[in-house]
Protein backbone atom coordinates (compact mmCIF):
# COMPACT_ATOMS: atom_id res chain seq x y z
CA UNK A 1 0.00 0.00 0.00
CA UNK A 2 1.02 3.39 -0.84
CA UNK A 3 1.13 4.91 2.77
CA UNK A 4 -0.09 8.35 1.30
CA UNK A 5 -3.50 6.57 0.97
CA UNK A 6 -3.33 5.81 4.49
CA UNK A 7 -4.09 9.17 5.24
CA UNK A 8 -7.40 8.88 3.45
CA UNK A 9 -9.02 6.87 5.88
CA UNK A 10 -10.88 8.96 9.04
CA UNK A 11 -8.03 8.16 11.90
CA UNK A 12 -5.42 10.00 12.39
CA UNK A 13 -2.30 7.86 11.16
CA UNK A 14 -0.04 6.68 13.75
CA UNK A 15 3.39 5.09 12.85
CA UNK A 16 6.80 3.70 14.57
CA UNK A 17 9.66 4.14 13.93
CA UNK A 18 12.84 1.48 14.60
CA UNK A 19 16.65 1.20 13.65
CA UNK A 20 19.08 -1.53 12.76
CA UNK A 21 20.65 -2.83 15.74
CA UNK A 22 24.46 -2.23 15.94
CA UNK A 23 26.39 -5.29 14.30
CA UNK A 24 27.90 -6.62 17.39
CA UNK A 25 24.09 -6.97 18.53
CA UNK A 26 22.97 -8.88 15.87
CA UNK A 27 19.72 -8.25 14.13
CA UNK A 28 18.05 -10.99 16.26
CA UNK A 29 17.98 -8.84 18.73
CA UNK A 30 15.21 -6.18 17.22
CA UNK A 31 12.33 -8.83 16.47
CA UNK A 32 11.17 -9.30 19.69
CA UNK A 33 10.41 -5.36 19.50
CA UNK A 34 8.98 -5.58 16.36
CA UNK A 35 6.70 -8.24 17.35
CA UNK A 36 5.52 -6.09 20.31
CA UNK A 37 5.18 -3.02 18.18
CA UNK A 38 3.20 -4.73 16.04
CA UNK A 39 0.79 -5.93 18.46
CA UNK A 40 -0.02 -1.96 19.18
CA UNK A 41 -1.37 -1.77 15.39
CA UNK A 42 0.55 0.57 13.85
CA UNK A 43 -0.62 2.31 10.22
CA UNK A 44 3.20 1.53 9.38
CA UNK A 45 7.04 0.84 10.84
CA UNK A 46 9.49 3.06 9.13
CA UNK A 47 13.48 1.61 9.40
CA UNK A 48 16.39 3.65 9.45
CA UNK A 49 19.50 3.57 7.16
CA UNK A 50 21.99 3.13 10.11
CA UNK A 51 24.59 5.33 11.20
CA UNK A 52 26.19 7.16 8.48
CA UNK A 53 24.28 5.32 5.77
CA UNK A 54 27.06 2.92 5.00
CA UNK A 55 28.06 -0.58 5.95
CA UNK A 56 25.72 -3.46 6.89
CA UNK A 57 22.66 -0.96 7.37
CA UNK A 58 21.35 -1.78 3.54
CA UNK A 59 21.01 -4.88 3.57
CA UNK A 60 19.78 -5.07 7.36
CA UNK A 61 16.90 -2.27 6.95
CA UNK A 62 15.83 -4.36 3.67
CA UNK A 63 15.74 -7.93 5.98
CA UNK A 64 13.29 -5.81 8.75
CA UNK A 65 11.40 -3.96 6.19
CA UNK A 66 10.75 -7.56 4.44
CA UNK A 67 10.17 -9.26 8.03
CA UNK A 68 7.90 -6.09 8.89
CA UNK A 69 6.01 -6.64 6.14
CA UNK A 70 5.79 -10.41 4.77
CA UNK A 71 5.82 -11.93 8.49
CA UNK A 72 3.35 -9.37 10.06
CA UNK A 73 1.71 -8.27 8.09
CA UNK A 74 2.45 -4.39 9.00
CA UNK A 75 3.15 -1.84 6.06
CA UNK A 76 6.67 -0.33 6.39
CA UNK A 77 8.74 2.51 4.89
CA UNK A 78 12.29 1.75 4.15
CA UNK A 79 15.01 4.61 4.65
CA UNK A 80 17.47 5.04 1.98
CA UNK A 81 19.81 7.98 2.18
CA UNK A 82 21.83 8.86 -0.85
CA UNK A 83 25.14 10.95 -0.24
CA UNK A 84 27.15 7.79 -0.45
CA UNK A 85 25.30 5.92 -3.35
CA UNK A 86 25.99 5.40 -6.85
CA UNK A 87 23.03 5.48 -9.41
CA UNK A 88 24.23 2.17 -9.42
CA UNK A 89 24.02 1.27 -6.26
CA UNK A 90 20.87 2.60 -5.28
CA UNK A 91 19.09 -0.06 -8.31
CA UNK A 92 20.47 -2.65 -6.88
CA UNK A 93 18.82 -1.46 -3.63
CA UNK A 94 15.83 -0.93 -5.99
CA UNK A 95 15.85 -4.24 -6.79
CA UNK A 96 16.29 -5.84 -3.48
CA UNK A 97 12.92 -3.94 -2.10
CA UNK A 98 11.15 -4.80 -5.14
CA UNK A 99 12.00 -8.34 -4.91
CA UNK A 100 10.91 -8.21 -0.59
CA UNK A 101 7.66 -6.37 -1.88
CA UNK A 102 8.45 -3.46 0.09
CA UNK A 103 7.54 -0.22 -2.31
CA UNK A 104 7.89 2.59 0.10
CA UNK A 105 11.20 4.26 0.88
CA UNK A 106 11.37 7.38 2.38
CA UNK A 107 14.15 9.28 0.33
CA UNK A 108 16.62 10.94 2.32
CA UNK A 109 20.16 12.86 1.85
CA UNK A 110 22.11 11.59 5.12
CA UNK A 111 24.28 12.68 7.54
CA UNK A 112 27.88 13.36 6.18
CA UNK A 113 30.54 11.13 8.14
CA UNK A 114 34.31 12.39 6.97
CA UNK A 115 34.90 8.43 7.63
CA UNK A 116 33.47 7.93 4.28
CA UNK A 117 33.83 9.48 0.89
CA UNK A 118 30.47 11.52 -0.57
CA UNK A 119 29.46 10.42 -3.93
CA UNK A 120 28.43 12.22 -7.09
CA UNK A 121 25.53 11.04 -8.07
CA UNK A 122 23.19 12.65 -5.76
CA UNK A 123 23.48 16.02 -3.53
CA UNK A 124 19.90 16.20 -2.54
CA UNK A 125 17.22 14.28 -1.33
CA UNK A 126 15.02 15.75 -3.86
CA UNK A 127 17.75 14.48 -6.55
CA UNK A 128 17.58 10.71 -5.13
CA UNK A 129 13.14 11.27 -5.18
CA UNK A 130 13.30 12.24 -8.58
CA UNK A 131 15.67 9.57 -10.04
CA UNK A 132 13.42 6.53 -8.33
CA UNK A 133 10.38 8.24 -9.84
CA UNK A 134 11.73 8.41 -13.50
CA UNK A 135 12.12 4.51 -12.96
CA UNK A 136 8.65 4.00 -12.79
CA UNK A 137 8.86 1.27 -10.82
CA UNK A 138 6.34 1.58 -8.60
CA UNK A 139 7.84 2.89 -5.70
CA UNK A 140 6.12 5.30 -3.42
CA UNK A 141 8.53 8.24 -2.10
CA UNK A 142 8.29 10.04 1.20
CA UNK A 143 10.37 12.62 2.43
CA UNK A 144 11.48 14.21 5.74
CA UNK A 145 11.15 17.95 6.69
CA UNK A 146 12.19 20.61 9.31
CA UNK A 147 9.59 22.49 11.90
CA UNK A 148 12.56 24.32 13.07
CA UNK A 149 14.64 24.65 9.64
CA UNK A 150 17.28 22.05 8.30
CA UNK A 151 20.35 23.05 10.36
CA UNK A 152 22.55 23.67 6.55
CA UNK A 153 19.64 25.68 5.21
CA UNK A 154 19.81 29.36 5.57
CA UNK A 155 16.71 30.09 6.75
CA UNK A 156 13.05 29.08 6.72
CA UNK A 157 12.18 30.36 3.18
CA UNK A 158 15.07 28.28 1.43
CA UNK A 159 14.14 25.11 3.58
CA UNK A 160 10.76 25.29 2.71
CA UNK A 161 11.70 26.07 -0.64
CA UNK A 162 13.62 22.80 -0.77
CA UNK A 163 10.98 21.08 0.34
CA UNK A 164 8.65 22.06 -2.28
CA UNK A 165 10.77 20.75 -4.53
CA UNK A 166 11.20 17.65 -2.99
CA UNK A 167 7.68 17.51 -3.04
CA UNK A 168 7.65 18.23 -6.44
CA UNK A 169 10.12 15.99 -7.26
CA UNK A 170 7.53 12.82 -6.14
CA UNK A 171 7.33 12.60 -2.50
CA UNK A 172 3.95 11.99 -1.63
CA UNK A 173 4.23 12.06 2.56
CA UNK A 174 6.45 14.10 5.16
CA UNK A 175 7.85 13.05 7.73
CA UNK A 176 8.62 16.04 10.59
CA UNK A 177 12.16 15.91 12.48
CA UNK A 178 11.42 15.69 15.87
CA UNK A 179 9.96 18.86 18.14
CA UNK A 180 9.31 19.76 21.43
CA UNK A 181 6.90 22.55 20.84
CA UNK A 182 3.98 22.29 18.79
CA UNK A 183 3.82 26.07 18.20
CA UNK A 184 7.29 25.26 15.73
CA UNK A 185 5.24 23.05 14.21
CA UNK A 186 1.86 24.66 13.67
CA UNK A 187 4.19 27.49 12.28
CA UNK A 188 5.73 25.33 9.63
CA UNK A 189 2.63 23.62 8.61
CA UNK A 190 1.24 26.83 8.13
CA UNK A 191 4.20 27.84 5.99
CA UNK A 192 4.42 24.73 3.85
CA UNK A 193 0.93 24.62 3.33
CA UNK A 194 1.20 28.49 1.76
CA UNK A 195 3.92 27.41 -0.15
CA UNK A 196 1.67 24.51 -1.87
CA UNK A 197 2.85 21.94 -0.11
CA UNK A 198 -0.22 19.61 -0.13
CA UNK A 199 0.57 16.19 0.99
CA UNK A 200 -0.02 14.80 3.99
CA UNK A 201 2.83 16.14 7.19
CA UNK A 202 3.17 13.56 10.07
CA UNK A 203 4.48 14.88 12.98
CA UNK A 204 7.93 13.67 14.71
CA UNK A 205 7.42 12.63 18.28
CA UNK A 206 10.73 11.55 19.91
CA UNK A 207 9.44 11.21 24.09
CA UNK A 208 12.14 12.08 26.66
CA UNK A 209 13.34 9.39 28.63
CA UNK A 210 16.88 9.71 29.24
CA UNK A 211 18.34 13.57 29.57
CA UNK A 212 22.01 12.69 28.09
CA UNK A 213 20.54 11.10 25.14
CA UNK A 214 17.88 13.71 24.40
CA UNK A 215 20.54 16.12 24.79
CA UNK A 216 23.15 14.97 22.65
CA UNK A 217 20.00 14.45 19.97
CA UNK A 218 19.27 18.44 20.16
CA UNK A 219 22.68 18.90 19.46
CA UNK A 220 22.40 16.99 16.16
CA UNK A 221 19.18 18.30 14.85
CA UNK A 222 18.73 21.44 16.19
CA UNK A 223 15.64 21.39 17.94
CA UNK A 224 14.73 23.83 20.60
CA UNK A 225 14.16 22.50 24.28
CA UNK A 226 10.81 24.79 25.61
CA UNK A 227 10.64 26.08 29.06
CA UNK A 228 8.18 23.49 30.55
CA UNK A 229 10.23 20.66 28.88
CA UNK A 230 14.04 22.00 30.15
CA UNK A 231 11.99 22.22 33.29
CA UNK A 232 11.13 18.96 33.28
CA UNK A 233 14.46 17.71 32.29
CA UNK A 234 15.59 19.51 35.55
CA UNK A 235 13.99 18.10 38.05
CA UNK A 236 13.79 14.82 36.90
CA UNK A 237 16.50 13.95 34.41
CA UNK A 238 19.10 12.43 37.15
CA UNK A 239 16.06 9.64 37.89
CA UNK A 240 15.43 7.48 35.15
CA UNK A 241 12.09 6.22 36.26
CA UNK A 242 10.85 9.68 36.83
CA UNK A 243 12.19 11.05 33.81
CA UNK A 244 10.97 8.42 31.84
CA UNK A 245 7.48 8.43 33.35
CA UNK A 246 7.41 12.39 32.94
CA UNK A 247 8.55 11.81 29.11
CA UNK A 248 5.74 9.80 27.97
CA UNK A 249 3.55 12.23 29.21
CA UNK A 250 5.03 14.98 27.69
CA UNK A 251 5.20 13.07 24.22
CA UNK A 252 1.26 12.21 25.28
CA UNK A 253 0.23 15.83 25.97
CA UNK A 254 2.06 16.82 22.65
CA UNK A 255 0.24 14.16 20.74
CA UNK A 256 -3.10 15.10 22.60
CA UNK A 257 -2.41 18.81 21.05
CA UNK A 258 -2.04 17.77 17.86
CA UNK A 259 -4.82 15.39 17.31
CA UNK A 260 -7.04 18.49 18.95
CA UNK A 261 -5.49 20.72 15.16
CA UNK A 262 -6.02 18.01 13.37
CA UNK A 263 -2.81 16.77 12.40
CA UNK A 264 -2.42 14.18 9.29
CA UNK A 265 0.01 11.72 11.48
CA UNK A 266 2.08 11.20 14.32
CA UNK A 267 5.53 9.43 13.85
CA UNK A 268 7.15 8.05 17.28
CA UNK A 269 10.96 7.72 17.28
CA UNK A 270 10.39 4.78 19.62
CA UNK A 271 14.55 4.37 20.22
CA UNK A 272 13.79 0.51 19.83
CA UNK A 273 11.73 0.77 23.23
CA UNK A 274 8.53 -0.89 22.96
CA UNK A 275 7.40 -0.36 26.89
CA UNK A 276 7.25 3.32 25.48
CA UNK A 277 6.06 2.79 22.28
CA UNK A 278 3.05 0.70 24.34
CA UNK A 279 2.77 3.07 27.07
CA UNK A 280 2.02 6.17 24.49
CA UNK A 281 -0.40 4.05 22.07
CA UNK A 282 -2.61 3.33 25.51
CA UNK A 283 -2.61 6.87 26.09
CA UNK A 284 -3.96 7.89 22.67
CA UNK A 285 -5.33 5.29 21.03
CA UNK A 286 -8.85 6.12 21.45
CA UNK A 287 -8.04 10.00 20.59
CA UNK A 288 -6.51 9.32 17.40
CA UNK A 289 -9.16 6.46 15.91
CA UNK A 290 -11.84 9.58 16.75
CA UNK A 291 -11.00 11.15 13.44
CA UNK A 292 -9.34 13.79 11.99
Same mark, same amino acid.
Given at each position: ?? !??? %?????????????????????????????????? %???????????????? *???????? %????????????????? =????????????????????????????? @???? #????????? /??? =????????????????? @?????? *?????????????? %????????????????????????????????? @????????? !?? #?????????????????? &??????????????? $???????? &?????????????? @????? $????????? *????????? /???? /??? /?
Amino acid at each position: MN !IAD %LFKKEHTVFSFEVFPPKKESGIETIYSTLNELKN %LNPDFISVTYGAGGKG *VANATTID %LCSYIKNELGTETIAHL =SCLYNTKESIDRILDELDEKGVKNILALR @GDVN #PDFAIEKDF /KYA =SDLTEYIMSKNRGFNIS @GACYPE *VHQEAANMIEDIQN %LKKKVDSGADHLISQLFFDNQVFFDFQEKARIA @GINVPIEAG !IM #PVTNKKQIERMVSMCGAS &IPAKLSKVLQRFGDN $HEAMRDAG &ISYAIDQIIELAAH @GVDGV $HIYTMNDPY *VARRISEGV /KNIL /KSG /K
